[in-house]
């Protein structure tokens, strides 16, 4: 899973990113509101930590104009302001947890876990991504297709985890590109095609009736066979 995390505090950015990846996600890191705002408007991440205080752009300004795109980003607000009326107005924008400086890391992982259960549809401590016959597992970068399984390596499960998210709805190579490998890699298309194909063998491997369909010009979608 990828999070944004968008922080001006450079010190306490890379902190929680450390942390975050120490868990095993994939985290980019913003130091501005402006360019946190661009890169949450991708719809390549599951989650965003947004701070209030922000150059160009507050937190508050953000998660505005996010929710108005009709975005529906998962956002865990962090700030030093604990006044009340800033965590209305944060709620009421369209927050999704709200945590006050200085917060201990085991809560925010708690928050983190949380949201990401929450944005799957779970109410329990099963994370795990479902579609057609299709079961993937965060925890062991699996995929299972009745009895059979798949281990898969981190850019394999970070791709199928996005198709199976956004179902029959067509990604293009950009979208698949952004959120296995981010902004700052130097990888091209031809890293995706090479990962699809590798994926559409583990598929085959565990019997599956999923298919990657190559859509011309557009990019892939998942498609159930007869």
């Not at 996010?66 to 927050?95: I, N």
């Not at 890699?185 to 095609?193: K, L």
Request: overall charge negative; aromatic content about 6%.
């Amino acid at each position: 899973m990828r999070i944004l995390v968008v922080e001006d505090e450079k010190r306490l950015a890379q902190n929680l990113q450390e942390l975050l990846r120490r868990e095993g996600y994939t985290v980019d890191v913003c130091y501005d509101g402006v360019s946190g705002l661009d890169n949450a408007l991708s719809d390549i991440y599951d989650l965003m930590l947004l701070d209030v205080m922000l150059p160009g752009m507050d937190g508050f300004a953000v998660l505005e104009q996010l929710r108005s795109a009709g975005k529906h980003l998962p956002v865990l607000m962090l700030t030093a302001r604990g006044e009340l009326s800033d965590r209305v107005r944060g709620l009421d924008q369209g927050a999704d947890y709200y945590l006050t400086k200085p917060f201990q890391m085991p809560e925010l992982l708690a928050c983190v876990r949380l949201l990401l259960r929450r944005s799957n549809g779970e109410s329990g401590g099963d994370d795990s991504i479902r579609w057609g016959d299709l079961t993937l597992q965060p925890g062991t970068f699996q995929v299972c297709c009745a009895e059979r399984s798949a281990r898969l390596s981190r850019k394999e499960y970070d791709l199928l985890e996005m198709l199976m998210r956004n179902g029959g709805q067509i990604l293009s190579k950009e979208q698949l590109l952004l959120k296995a490998w981010g902004y700052e890699s130097n990888a091209e298309d031809n890293n995706v095609e090479v990962y699809i194909s590798f994926l559409r063998r583990k598929l085959e491997l565990v019997r599956s009736r999923v298919r990657i369909r190559t859509v011309r010009l557009a990019g892939y979608c998942l498609e159930e066979a007869e």
